[in-house]
Each structure stands twice: as structure tokens, then as C-alpha cells.
């Protein structure tokens, strides 16, 4: 990798010093991963509680969903106090000793709430992927309805229709091959490239939704590079 990008290393070897701004003017600025440690730590608000969801919503005025939540519990404790929605998460790479996996969690957590549930496989963030198999033990909930797939690997497309049945929704969650994935039978992508270019990337979709590959090849190359 260093061979094909050497321009890249020596710009980073030789050129100026890689900082964080938002750590400008602050002590955590030296660099020291002490120092860096405990600057991080002092940004926690240990004080917060479930109504500052209540006061959240009533300033943002627009839908709150709640990460890290990891019990029954909590989850309604969340739409008591207001949240549209939670996600079910450790963190991925970041969770603590001890902590239940969201595959553990999600059975309890989908009987104790009342809104659909989608499956986020992202492995890129998560550092854990959620094969077919679990796909398709999680679906068997009522209200788990769909994934949002991310891997890239096209081949799931036609494995998780056999698995999981022609009624539970395949989106794409990787734009570099949403197009493919929506031809071979997905239901469309939850986008990142949407965010800047909306209207060619429904265009796109609809075109590979209906079957037209040479149309939404045509719509996605000029899309390709954002």
C-alpha cells in the first residue's frame, strides 16, 4: 500500500505536524496521551439524565434517537422521555468489559418497544458483522423488518432474500455498490452521497429499481467520485 501511495507517505513524513483543532488552545494540545486522556474525560457530563432528553426534543424540535441503549429498560425508559427512536449499540470497536453484544440485546429490547426495527450491518464502523445466519434468526421477530446491509459483498443480496424471505427489506448501506445491489433484488440504499447530490441519486435509484441497468449505470457514473 505504502508503494502505490508514496506521494501520500511522503507528505505525511515530511510535511507539517498533524494536529486536532479541536484541541487547540486547550492543555490537551502538547500531545501527551495523558495529558490528551484526561482533557477527554473532563468533556463527560456525568449529571445528565433522562430529562434532558425531555428538554433535547423540546429545543431540537425535530425526531431524537438515543445510542448505546442496551436493555429493555432502557428503552422504554427512552420513549417515556420522549425519544422517536433508540439504537441498539455497544459502540462497536469502543464498548466496555462486560458489555453485551447488540445481536444479545436486540431480542429483548424489539419486545419491550413498539416502533419497526431495521438491522445496521456496517462492519467498517462496527468492527462486527452480522452474518446471514443471524440475519435471519433476528428476523424472525415481528418487528424486525429490514437491514440496512453495508458489507459491499453482493452475493448476500440473493442469500438473505432465501434466508429471510421476499418480504423482509434489503437496503444497501455502501453507495459504491448500491447500484448493483438494488439490481439484484435490494429495495434501495440508505445514502451518504444522497446528502449532496440528492436528486441524481434517486434517479439512479429508480432507474435500477425497475431493472434499467444501462439507465442507472449511466446516472451513477458521475456519481462515482463523491
Known amino acids: 500500500d505504502f508503494a502505490r501511495h508514496w506521494q501520500w507517505l511522503f507528505d505525511v513524513g515530511l510535511g507539517p505536524k498533524v494536529t486536532f483543532r479541536n484541541f487547540d488552545g486547550t492543555a490537551a494540545q502538547s500531545g501527551n496521551a495523558v495529558t490528551i486522556t484526561q482533557f477527554i474525560a473532563g468533556q463527560y457530563d456525568l449529571s445528565v439524565n ?18 448505546g441503549i442496551l436493555s429493555a429498560e432502557d428503552a422504554k425508559l427512552a420513549a417515556a422521555h420522549g425519544a422517536d427512536g433508540v439504537i441498539v449499540s455497544n459502540h462497536g470497536g469502543r464498548q466496555l468489559e462486560g458489555a453485551v453484544s447488540a445481536v444479545q440485546a436486540l431480542p429483548a429490547i424489539a419486545d419491550a418497544v413498539e416502533h419497526p426495527i431495521m438491522l445496521y450491518n456496517v462492519p467498517g464502523r462496527t468492527v462486527a458483522d452480522i452474518k446471514p445466519a443471524t440475519v435471519a434468526r433476528l428476523a424472525k421477530h415481528p418487528r424486525v423488518f429490514g437491514i440496512k446491509e453495508a458489507t459491499g459483498e453482493l452475493n448476500r ?39 449532496v447530490a440528492p436528486k441524481q441519486m434517486s434517479a439512479m435509484c429508480m432507474a435500477a429499481l425497475t431493472g434499467d441497468r444501462q439507465r442507472a449505470l449511466e446516472l451513477n457514473a458521475p456519481l462515482t467520485g463523491l
Not at 433522562?50 to 445510542?67: A, M, Q
Not at 440473493?158 to 453507495?175: I, K, N, P, T, V
Open 50 to 67: 433522562w430529562r434532558d432528553v425531555e428538554w433535547f426534543k423540546s429545543v431540537w424540535g425535530g425526531p431524537v434517537l438515543l445510542k
Open 157 to 195: 443480496v440473493a442469500e438473505l432474500r432465501q434466508l429471510c424471505g421476499a418480504d423482509f427489506a434489503l437496503y444497501s448501506g455502501d453507495d459504491a455498490t448500491a447500484r448493483e445491489f438494488m439490481l439484484q433484488g435490494g429495495h434501495g440504499v440508505i445514502s451518504v452521497t444522497n446528502n
